[in-house]
C-alpha cells in the first residue's frame, strides 16, 4: 500500500545509513541517587514497550556537574532502545518534552536520525515484529539477552524519501493519537465508577423508590446463606474446533467470552459432574487474580469450566447486583482475609467464598444499582471496542505498508 503521490523502489538500506547512535554513559552507583534532586537518568527499566514510565521505585538521579556529560542529554524525539533483558528489542520509545534533558546510562543506546531520515519512521520499522525477530536471531543467546550498537545498525529497513517517510509518521502517529484519546477515557471511566461503587456501597449515595422515599436499611448476610455456591473442575481438558464452550480464568478477568475454546461433547458427558452453568448465574475467579466475577447475561445451553467458581442465582437478590457487589472493594477484602497467601498462584478454598459478607439492599434498590453500574459498564466496554478496531487497523496498515 502506497499514498498514491509517490512513486519509485523503497531502498533497503541499514539503520547506520540514517541515524546517528550513542550508547549511554557508565554511571559509577555511588553517583546514583533514589533522591528527586539532580538531573533524571533514563533507564532500561523506563523504557517499556513504546513508551517511557516512572515510578518512585524506578527513577534514578544524578547530583554531580554534567559538564562533560553534555552529549548523553536526550532531546525530545529522540529514539531511545534497552539493550538487554528479558525483553531486549522491544523495549524502545520516543523521548518526549517531559523527558527532555534525561541522561542516558549504559545499556540503553539513543538512535538519532540523520537528515534524510523521520525518526518516527525508524520507530514504526523498530518497534515491530520484524525487528523482534532480527533480535531474537542475533542477540546473545548465553546469560542475559543482549543487542549490541553494531547489531543495531546493521538492521535493514526500507526507506522511500524523506518526504514518504513524513507522510507514513505523520498518518500512523495521528492512529496513535486516536488510540491513546480512547485508552485515557477507558481510564477515566474506570476511575468514575471505582468512586461511584465507593459511595453506593458505603451507602453514602442511596437511590430513592419511585415515589421519591428512602428504600428500606440494608441487611448484612453471609453469601453461603443466600445462595448456593459450586466448584469448577482442576483439570484444562484437551480442546476442539467445537463443541462446549470452556471458560477458564482468563475468560473472566479479560472478559473474552466470545474468544471462548471448546471441549467435545463426550469430554463434557464423562467430566461433567458440577451443577449447570445458566443464563443470571455468576462465575467468579478462584486462583489467581480472585475474586473477579462475570454475570452470565447469555443462554448457555452447557459449559465447562476450570478454576472458577459457581455462584448461582436466586429468587432473594439480583445476580447483576451480586457480581458488581462482589468485584467492589468490600467484598474483596473479605476475599483478602481468607485467600490462602502461602500457595502461588494465591487461591481461595470453596468453602471461605461463603462466609464472606455481603450487604444487601432490598430486591428494587439493588436492581436500580445493577443497572446504573452496569450501564457504566456497557461504556467501559464500547471505548475498549473502539481501542481493539482501531489497533487492529494500524497492525494491517503496518503490514501493508512494510510488507
Request: include cysteine; proline fraction near 2%; glycine fraction near 6%.
Amino acid at each position: 500500500m502506497r499514498f498514491p503521490e509517490f512513486e519509485g523502489s523503497w531502498k533497503k538500506q541499514q539503520l547506520n545509513n540514517y541515524i546517528r547512535l550513542l550508547s549511554g554513559y557508565a554511571f559509577k552507583g555511588d553517583d546514583i541517587s533514589e533522591n528527586e534532586v539532580g538531573i533524571p537518568i533514563l533507564r532500561g527499566i523506563n523504557i517499556t514497550e513504546g513508551k517511557i514510565r516512572h515510578s518512585a521505585d524506578i527513577d534514578r538521579f544524578y547530583e554531580k556537574s554534567i559538564n562533560d556529560l553534555e552529549k548523553y542529554l536526550l532531546k525530545e524525539g529522540d529514539l531511545v532502545l534497552g539493550m538487554d533483558g528479558s525483553k531486549v528489542g522491544k523495549n524502545v520509545a520516543l523521548i518526549s518534552k517531559t523527558d527532555e534533558g534525561a541522561l542516558l546510562i549504559q545499556r540503553v543506546a539513543r538512535l538519532r536520525a540523520r537528515d534524510t531520515a523521520d525518526i518516527r519512521f525508524i520507530f514504526l520499522n523498530v518497534f515491530s515484529e520484524r525487528f523482534h525477530r532480527y533480535v531474537d536471531k542475533v542477540n546473545t543467546s548465553s546469560g542475559i539477552p543482549h543487542i549490541s550498537s553494531k547489531q543495531i545498525k546493521e538492521f535493514e529497513i526500507g526507506f522511500p524519501s524523506l518526504k514518504e517517510q513524513q507522510k507514513i509518521a505523520s498518518f500512523l502517529t495521528a492512529v496513535d493519537t486516536k488510540i491513546s484519546q480512547f485508552t485515557k477515557k477507558k481510564e477515566l471511566l474506570e476511575q468514575y465508577k471505582k468512586g461511584v461503587m465507593q459511595k453506593l456501597f458505603s451507602q453514602e449515595l442511596r437511590f430513592k423508590d419511585d415515589a421519591g422515599k428512602d428504600y428500606p436499611e440494608w441487611e448484612e448476610k453471609r453469601l453461603g446463606k443466600i445462595t448456593k455456591y459450586y466448584d469448577g473442575t482442576h483439570q484444562t481438558p484437551n480442546y476442539v474446533s467445537e463443541g462446549i464452550p470452556f471458560y477458564s480464568v482468563e475468560h473472566v478477568t479479560a472478559n473474552q467470552f466470545q474468544k471462548t475454546k471448546y471441549i467435545s461433547e463426550e469430554v463434557f458427558d464423562k467430566e461433567n459432574k458440577r451443577v449447570k452453568l445458566e443464563k443470571g448465574d455468576i462465575l467468579m475467579t478462584r486462583i489467581g487474580n480472585v475474586g473477579k466475577a462475570k454475570y452470565i447475561d447469555w443462554n448457555v445451553k452447557a459449559s465447562f469450566y476450570v478454576s472458577l467458581a459457581l455462584i448461582k442465582q436466586g429468587s432473594s437478590f439480583s445476580s447483576k447486583y451480586l457480581a458488581q457487589y462482589i468485584n467492589a472493594e468490600p467484598f474483596q477484602r473479605e476475599l483478602w482475609k481468607r485467600i490462602i497467601h502461602v500457595a502461588f498462584p494465591i487461591k481461595i478454598n470453596l468453602g471461605e467464598i461463603g462466609n464472606c459478607i455481603v450487604q444487601l439492599p432490598c430486591r428494587e434498590e439493588q436492581i436500580k444499582i445493577a443497572n446504573f453500574m452496569s450501564a457504566i459498564d456497557e461504556k467501559i466496554e464500547a471505548v475498549n471496542t473502539q481501542i481493539e478496531k482501531t489497533t487492529t487497523f494500524k497492525k494491517g496498515l503496518l503490514q501493508q505498508l512494510f510488507v
